[in-house]
């Protein structure tokens, strides 16, 4: 089923068995057509490719059941992350076995049940196993990857002794937490006869009874070698208590008022550290917009949210939090790797671009996994749709010539604003303008969004699927600059005036019309026909 010229037809049979496993109705109507081909962009929610290969599949926190099959990925040969954390799956652990470049794996918070499969141990670029929150049973297999950066098997209830591999001890107890039947280091239960043996359940059992006579001479050591120090501990405490009972008799002891004060310096040189760090490196959301409600994190997550639409860099949703406000939450994917001071520095950069017609930056968040911009909802919603949608039905709202002209206005301010206040020659300072990022709120004003991106999204990444890198100037030359914006501002121009779609920045399945001379129609015509340049 392989097919050499880019589509892999049984990556994608492995796709559809899983979209049958989980029985979801937003999979159902996303993972549709073909997931990947070639290098083109993958349309299909949460999942990566590369080279028309499956590289990834992220699906978090959608609520997923059903019960997965062992051999689900055994297709997935060029699979290198996979996460379906925060989910209902169940079934026992998959096959690795045929995913040799699996570095991320993250199962985390599910219903999992059975052993953890051998097969792990022959992944060498493993990085990440996180399957913590789910049922497993049985022991945990000898990892000794030196590649194993974060592993955590808590909440579990797999038993026996934490084999001694360098890798496996070098983490802390957090990561075997809440596994009753786990014993030895880094745990601080002792290994007794009754989970050594559970342990060793595969061996025979003369080896057996071996091994628990000597486990029990180790606890009866152990007991004694605890008795001494509590014995030793009382002496000590005793002699502690006469002394400073004498010592204070002749003055000697510090006074309490001391001994309170350290704590209360303490108190306060933390509250300094606090306000020193960054709230990005504590993980909160930081506020760039003054006048407006404060909120936590927290009180995101617990907002009910709806999707807004799959953009270039992520994934828009609105959040409609607890106390009345309503804000568009932007996840962004893949950045450049900029430290967290280069991403402070470049969001500070584009949320002090203030103007009327330019859509504020609310706030972001920083995390190493994730990192989110909140925007003001706008309530009438982007121009593509105005221009575009409904079109021949009766649902169609007529977009005005005055509306069209007040869009162009207001773009032309908000661009000139961006233009005056960005020096660098060499960069385009929106970078991506197209109709679906030009938004309209409550009272039609004109908005731009997505602007500034280009200082962080990836390049190889912006040059696929920034509207800046389609212009006439990158093909030929490689070149953006503050030209690359006023070209895109002339295909915008030719789009409200046509009612046509440009095909460089036509939606995902959509085929537009070459309307700003870039090189020959991408597909069929536009949703008018015919070709405007004729
Ligand atoms: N603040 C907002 N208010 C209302 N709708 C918004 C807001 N921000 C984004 N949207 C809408 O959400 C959807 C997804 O937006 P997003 O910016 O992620 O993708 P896009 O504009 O389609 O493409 P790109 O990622 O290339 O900008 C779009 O329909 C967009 O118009």
Not at 230 to 240: D, G, Q, R, T
Not at 310 to 329: D, H, P, R, S, T
Not at 442 to 453: H, P, Q
């Amino acid at each position: 089923k392989d097919d050499s010229s880019g589509f892999h037809g049984n990556e994608r049979d492995a796709l559809l068995a899983l979209k049958a496993t989980f029985n979801n109705s937003f999979l159902d109507s996303n993972w549709t057509g073909i997931m990947c081909y070639l290098n083109e962009k993958t349309y299909w929610y949460g999942i990566q490719c590369f080279n028309g290969r499956v590289t990834g599949i992220i699906l978090e926190n959608m609520k997923l059941t059903g019960e997965i099959k062992e051999d689900a990925l055994v297709n997935l040969t060029e699979l290198s992350n996979i996460s379906l954390k925060n989910n209902l799956i169940s079934g026992k652990l998959m096959k690795f076995a045929n995913n040799p470049k699996l570095r991320n794996i993250d199962l985390s918070s599910n219903k999992f049940h059975g052993e953890i499969p051998q097969s792990l141990l022959y992944l060498n670029s493993l990085e990440a196993l996180l399957l913590q929150d789910n049922n497993l049973t049985g022991p945990i297999p000898g990892f000794n990857q030196s590649s194993l950066k974060s592993f955590n098997v808590s909440r579990n209830n797999l038993s026996g002794k934490i084999p001694e591999t360098k890798t496996l001890q070098s983490f802390g107890f957090t990561s075997y937490a809440g596994n009753e039947n786990l014993c030895g280091p880094p745990t601080p239960i002792l290994c007794n006869a009754k989970n050594y043996v559970s342990e060793s359940n595969s061996e025979n059992l003369s080896s057996k009874s071996n091994g628990s006579h000597f486990i029990e001479i180790l606890v009866v050591v152990n007991v004694v070698v605890l008795v001494v120090i509590l014995f030793l501990f009382i002496i000590y405490y005793k002699k502690y208590k006469k002394l400073k009972k004498e010592m204070k008799a002749k003055n000697l002891w510090p006074k309490d008022e001391e001994h309170d004060s350290t704590i209360a310096d303490r108190a306060i040189e933390k509250k300094a550290i606090e306000k020193r760090t960054p709230e990005v490196e504590r993980g909160k959301l930081v506020f760039v917009e003054n006048n407006q409600p404060r909120f936590e994190l927290d009180d995101l997550l617990k907002a009910s949210a709806e999707g807004l639409g799959k953009g270039n860099f992520g994934n828009c949703y609105k959040a409609m939090l607890e106390i009345g406000q309503v804000v568009v939450v932007k996840r962004l994917i893949d950045l450049k790797p900029l430290s967290s001071e280069e991403f402070v520095r470049q969001v500070r950069a584009i949320a002090n671009q203030k103007h009327p017609n330019l859509l504020p930056l609310l706030a972001y968040y920083y995390s190493k996994d994730e990192k989110l911009f909140l925007y003001r909802f706008a309530a009438h919603g982007n121009v593509y749709n105005r221009l575009h949608g409904g079109r021949g039905t009766r649902d169609r709202i007529p977009f005005r010539w005055s509306s069209r002209l007040a869009v162009a206005r207001g773009v032309a301010r908000a661009l000139e604003h961006l233009h005056q206040n960005t020096r660098s020659q060499t960069t385009a300072p929106h970078g991506n303008l197209k109709s679906s990022n030009v938004l309209l709120d409550e009272n039609e004003e004109t908005l731009i969004s997505d602007y500034g991106l280009t200082s962080l999204i990836a390049l190889p990444i912006a040059a696929q699927r920034m509207v800046a890198y389609k212009t006439p100037e990158y093909q030929s030359h490689k070149l953006i600059s503050k030209k690359s914006d006023v070209w895109s501002y002339g295909c915008l121009l030719l789009e409200l005036l046509t009612g046509r779609i440009p095909a460089h920045s036509a939606p995902p399945g959509i085929n537009g019309v070459d309307l700003c001379g870039v090189g020959p129609p991408r597909g069929e015509r536009g949703v008018d026909g015919g070709d405007i340049r004729s």
